[in-house]
């Protein structure tokens, strides 16, 4: 019922900067959530940062004040500005949402995305 698609992965120098986008799609009637998590091999799949309808924004301990979570409600974006990777930034990274699909049954529904690889070298 809802898709979501990322973009914007890649292999880039210690240092470096990316930034990942991930556009919802589908049957929608509002978004609560949008976040990013990622996963690097042998561990298990971790919070990056999430951020709510309004703004409210939530980072990982690793992550604070070098990534950046923004969202358009109007396209039903969420990005990722990553500034100054490191080699253990390197991970898939996944979108997720939470939102409700039909203004009839206000159930929230968990989506993931098929994630998009980044690599960071040393």
């Known amino acids: 019922q809802v898709q979501l698609v990322e973009s914007g992965g890649g292999l880039v120098q210690a240092g470096e900067s990316l930034r990942l986008s991930c556009k919802a799609s589908g049957s929608i009637f509002s978004i609560n959530v949008m976040g990013w998590y990622r996963q690097a091999p042998g561990k298990q799949r971790e919070l990056v940062a999430h951020?709510?309808?309004?703004?409210?924004?939530n980072y990982g301990d690793s992550v604070k004040g070098r990534f950046t979570i923004s969202r358009d409600n109007a396209k039903n974006t969420v990005y990722l500005q990553m500034n100054s990777l490191k080699p253990e930034d390197t991970a898939v990274y996944y979108c997720?949402?939470?939102?409700?699909?039909?203004?009839?049954?206000?159930?929230?529904?968990?989506?993931w995305g098929q994630g998009t690889q980044v690599t960071v070298s040393s």
């Open positions: 997720k949402a939470i939102a409700v699909v039909t203004d009839t049954d206000p159930t929230l529904r968990q989506y």
């Open positions: 951020i709510t309808s309004v703004g409210t924004t």
